[in-house]
């Protein structure tokens, strides 16, 4: 299991949010929990972002149709 720091999101996928705005989502469900590694560290797991990410590409998709 792969998991990505808070850098990564935006390095590897491109999901510019800021931090707030990140917790504002997780808070309604509408974007994957972090997993607490430590004290003041956390990160989310990379399939649950990809799985994420292509639901919000079919939801488009399927906007489209």
Known sequence: MRVLSFSELRERKGIV???PHIHRLIN???F???VKLGE???A???QE???WLAE???ERA???A
């Open 49 to 51: 972002i990809d799985d």
């Open 40 to 42: 003041g560290t956390a």
């Open 32 to 34: 994957p929990r972090p």
């Open 17 to 19: 949010w800021s931090r």
């Open 56 to 58: 919000r590409a079919a």
């Open 28 to 30: 309604k469900g509408k």
């Open 44 to 46: 989310w797991v990379e």
């Open 62 to 64: 399927n906007a489209a």
